[in-house]
């Protein structure tokens, strides 16, 4: 496991960075397991990649949406989905926004925040980022 600590302009960088390595798989979307405490960096590492893939809308957290889709200029992918499971009871109530619908389609990348409140949705083999507060200014990233 890679790990390492990133001031704000190094965690954008890693972001920007780890948008350009990927890549649609064959058979269902890519999704991304964002874990990690309140403020630990979930958000601005969806901000960065977002940017990254050409989406000039704000990214904002979608706590109170649970999901917000942004269509996606000439990439890999057709939709980049950002889902926050915070506050959600159970994972049914993702389940109830046809979220297996998404998850088949391999045009679409969704980034989930606190995607442990929904592991029984995801994909055993998802990608998984692990972030960590370390001090006002540090993150660490975990991958
Ligand atoms: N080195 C750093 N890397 C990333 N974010 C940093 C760093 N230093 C300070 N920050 C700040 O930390 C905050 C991280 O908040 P963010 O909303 O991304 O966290 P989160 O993991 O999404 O939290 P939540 O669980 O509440 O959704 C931002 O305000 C960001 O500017
Ligand atoms: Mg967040």
């Known amino acids: 496991m890679q790990s390492n600590l990133y ?9 920007t960075d780890y948008a350009s390595s990927l890549a649609p798989l064959p058979t269902r979307a890519t999704v991304v397991g964002l874990y990690g405490d309140l403020g630990a960096g979930k958000t601005t590492f969806t901000q960065a990649v977002a940017k990254a893939l050409g989406i000039s809308e704000t990214v904002n957290s979608p ?7 942004y269509p996606l200029p000439s990439t890999l992918y ?3 989905i950002h889902i926050d499971a915070y ?3 159970s ?7 046809r979220f297996d619908e998404l998850l088949a389609d391999p045009q ?3 980034l ?7 592991a029984d949705l995801l994909p055993q083999d998802h990608q998984k980022l692990y ?8 993150r660490q990233i975990r991958l």
């Open 78 to 80: 057709r939709l980049l």
């Open 7 to 15: 001031t704000l302009g190094e965690f954008t960088k890693m972001a």
């Open 108 to 110: 679409n990348l969704i």
């Open 112 to 118: 989930i925040e606190w995607a442990d409140k929904v």
């Open 87 to 89: 506050r959600l009871k």
């Open 63 to 69: 706590t109170f949406l649970i999901m917000k889709s």
């Open 131 to 138: 972030f960590e507060f370390i001090d006002d200014t540090t």
């Open 91 to 97: 994972s049914d109530e993702l389940r109830k926004l």
